[in-house]
């Protein structure tokens, strides 16, 4: 089945950096688009970044834009989120999933178990 496991989050100062990864088995990785998606305490979730399949388009949400990268590995079936100079209201915890933005929020069952990250003085 497909299986998506995110690693990577801690506990960060404001204005540091992270990088998560999610290594995905289950299914053709390199065929598929995939998203980040975060959700903060007590609020729904949001996407963050997409990446395409082949890795050659990405988009970010546009409070993170500037600040997250998304890439990927094909090879090694592992998308991954660099987070620089991050803010506490980026304090969520932090899935991937498959498909464009669209589909991926709502795709709950396929999104990996997440990863924390909190970010605070």
């Known amino acids: 089945q497909v299986q998506l496991v995110e690693s990577g989050g801690g506990l960060v100062q404001p204005g540091g950096s992270l990088r998560l990864s999610c290594v995905a088995s289950g299914f053709a990785f390199r065929n598929s688009d995939m998203t980040w998606v975060r959700q903060a305490p007590g609020k729904g979730p949001e996407w963050v970044s997409f990446i395409n399949a082949v890795g050659t388009n990405t988009f970010h949400l546009d409070s993170v834009s500037g600040r997250f990268t998304v890439s990927r590995d094909n090879d090694k079936n592992t998308l991954y989120l660099q987070m620089n100079s991050l803010k506490p209201e980026d304090t969520a915890v932090y899935h991937c999933?498959?498909?464009?933005?669209?589909?991926?929020?709502?795709?709950?069952?396929?999104w990996g178990p997440g990863t924390q990250v909190t970010v605070s003085a």
């Open positions: 999933a498959r498909g464009p933005p669209r589909v991926a929020i709502t795709d709950r069952p396929s």
